[in-house]
């Protein structure tokens, strides 16, 4: 990767280590649709303006199939699995879980890029890190193997989505597919989202997550995700799902003072080696298609 798909790469990183934390705070107070379609509402809100005022926006009638179901593969569904599992897990187990769509998108795509040794060294080492990091704390209610399946189930889904957006949408420009989505997911969800409409007072720290989950992890994310397929492909760009319990540990460590132990440095290692064998090139073969640059 370039090093303008690696900046990407480290703020969708960033963009997606958090989200499990929020969405803990914004489901003690909201219900788990109201979550998601208040996501996808603030979402869009931010860019769809962006989009006009880039005159991108004209390219949504002409792909509104194609916006459509990345809405329902990337967003609708997986979003509101994820959310409901986190009533039944903890949000260290979701971080975990969707580290598997590295996993999901190599398997998918093993016909066009085949599996090497060191890739197949990287997927498992990374993944290992990322079980070093966050441990496997199956804590959870009555219904957690259900939740764990939600969440498990999203990944799955994610990893579909992220090829989906490498083969049939690195064309469209990621502002315009980014407010397609989650305009769609708005308009889908939001009657749902009425009839569960708080009846107790909701306190502001669920109103604060809820609005950086739409602003930061969903709107923000979703443009350099998007960008980050179009230049790196979708192999690549699915391995921020390793990263991303790095960096919920990392903000952790400094900003709540848990502790940095042998098992974190050990974490870090593993996904860092992961992540280097996992990206490099492959120089005697050729990607199966190339790929447009978004705009």
């Known amino acids: 990767m370039n090093r303008r798909a690696w900046l990407l790469f480290l703020l969708v990183s960033i963009l997606w280590g958090i989200p499990y934390f929020l969405i803990k705070i914004a489901i003690d107070d909201l219900s788990p649709v109201f979550v998601v379609a208040g996501r996808g509402l603030i979402a869009a809100l931010v860019l769809l303006p962006v989009a006009a005022a ?7 009638r002409a792909r509104l199939g194609t916006v459509s179901v990345l809405a329902v593969v990337h967003i609708i569904g997986p979003f509101l699995l994820i959310t409901y599992g986190e009533v039944h897990i903890t949000s260290s187990l979701t971080g975990l ?9 190599a398997l998918l795509l093993s016909r066009a890029e085949p599996l090497t040794r060191g890739r197949v060294a990287g997927l498992v080492l990374g993944f290992a890190g990322v079980a070093v990091l966050v441990g ?9 193997l259900l939740g764990a399946g939600m969440v498990l ?6 990893g579909v989505a992220t090829i989906f957006v490498q083969r049939r949408a690195a064309d469209i420009p990621p502002e315009s597919l980014a407010g397609g989505t989650t305009a769609i997911t708005a308009l889908v969800l939001t009657p749902f989202a009425i009839l569960t409409w708080p009846s107790a007072p909701v306190h502001a720290n ?3 997550a809820l609005a950086a989950l739409g602003v930061f992890c969903t709107a923000v994310a979703l443009l350099a995700f998007y960008r980050l397929v179009a230049l790196a492909g979708s192999n690549r760009a699915g391995l921020v799902t390793y990263v991303n319990p790095v960096v919920a540990v990392l903000l952790g460590v400094l900003l709540l003072n848990e502790p940095f132990s042998w098992s974190t440095v050990a974490g870090f290692a593993l996904v860092a080696t992961g992540c280097w064998l996992s990206t490099r090139p492959t120089p005697s073969r050729q990607p199966a298609a190339p790929i447009p640059a978004a705009v």
């Open 54 to 60: 880039r005159g991108t926006l004209g390219v949504l």
């Open 97 to 105: 879980l969707i580290a598997v769509e590295p996993v999901v998108i």
């Open 136 to 144: 496997l704390d199956v804590s959870g209610d009555r219904l957690g």
């Open 153 to 158: 189930l999203a990944a799955v889904s994610y």
């Open 206 to 208: 669920a109103w604060l």
